[in-house]
């Protein structure tokens, strides 16, 4: 068999850690951290991918700091979209395939049912703005894959300690701490192995490049995940019930954000239920 180069970036992340490990076995894996690789920098990128001619390339990279980003918007676009536009162009040279991750908050989440991939976008943010201008850029590729994902938790071997909503509301659980969860905003929580492994069959299965949602099969408030949560660590947890409203956020967000992922399971690709997959984690982490 014939092993694939295959050059991911924002190689620290616990997203791009749980790529790493599942691409591993099979191909040729480059994985570059931003000091090693900057997106930012075009002549960089375009260096390091005549140099490694990868025959895809795994875009992990991201400024996820959604209420800085209102502030500093400028280091939003930089990442999220001129970055994107820049692997676009080095990898159009190849040619390539590209894989880039984008965010439920290109919606305005005033819908009352999962968003499928066609729904009009309307972002709210900067940072949801730049995002959106990143998938433009990803699609200008013949080969472009964006992959939407939402609410990632999961720790990958040498990656740095999860730092995910979800993964805050398990420590808080069993720490015995009370715990503030919004009730109000409707997720489709992922688990970076599962994005991890439909990422592969994707590509594995050469399906039609374009938008997918990504995200693991089914809708929930974050109270919802705290009470799961509680449940399969065996106690009764201390939650304390907030709203949007209750607290000084400087970006908007999207009330209601679930995906549908019915695109993938028609390609054969069945996302896990978001209550599977946390069950795995907590089971990961004992």
Not at 73 to 85: D, H, K, Q, S, Y
Not at 134 to 155: D, I, K, P
Not at 243 to 249: P, W
Request: proline residues 6%; glycine residues 6%.
């Amino acid at each position: 068999m014939i092993r694939r180069t295959v050059l991911v970036t924002g190689a620290a992340g616990q997203l791009a850690r749980a790529i790493i490990q599942r691409f591993g076995p099979d191909d040729e894996v480059v994985a570059l951290t931003r000091a090693e690789l900057d997106i930012t920098d075009e002549s960089a990128v375009e260096a390091a991918i005549a140099a490694k001619s990868p025959a895809i390339v795994i875009n992990c990279a991201s400024d996820n700091d959604v209420d800085g980003a209102q502030t500093h918007p400028v280091r939003a676009l930089e990442i999220n979209a001129f970055g994107v536009r820049a692997l676009a162009r080095a990898v159009e040279r190849i040619p390539a395939t590209l894989v880039h991750y984008s965010t439920d908050f290109v919606f305005d989440g005033t819908t009352s049912r999962p968003y499928v991939e066609d729904d009009r976008t309307n972002p709210q943010s900067v940072y949801a703005a730049s995002k959106l201008l990143g998938e433009w850029f990803a699609l200008e590729v013949a080969s472009g894959f964006v992959l939407r994902v939402e609410g990632l938790f999961g720790a990958a071997p040498g990656g740095r300690p999860a730092r995910s909503s979800l993964d805050r509301i398990v420590r808080g659980i069993e720490a015995g701490d009370e715990v503030p969860v919004f009730s109000d905003r409707t997720v489709s929580p992922s688990y970076i192995y599962d994005i991890a492994a439909a990422t592969h069959a994707l590509l594995e299965r050469q399906a039609p490049a374009g938008v997918y949602h990504c995200v693991n099969t089914g809708a929930c408030s974050w109270l919802d995940v705290a009470r799961e949560a509680g449940r399969l660590l065996g106690t009764t947890p201390r939650l304390r019930p907030i709203t949007l409203e209750d607290v000084a956020l400087r970006a908007p967000r999207p009330k209601f954000c679930a995906l549908d992922n019915s695109r993938l399971a028609g390609l054969g690709i069945v996302m896990p239920t978001w209550q599977d997959a946390l069950a795995r984690h907590i089971r990961a982490r004992e």
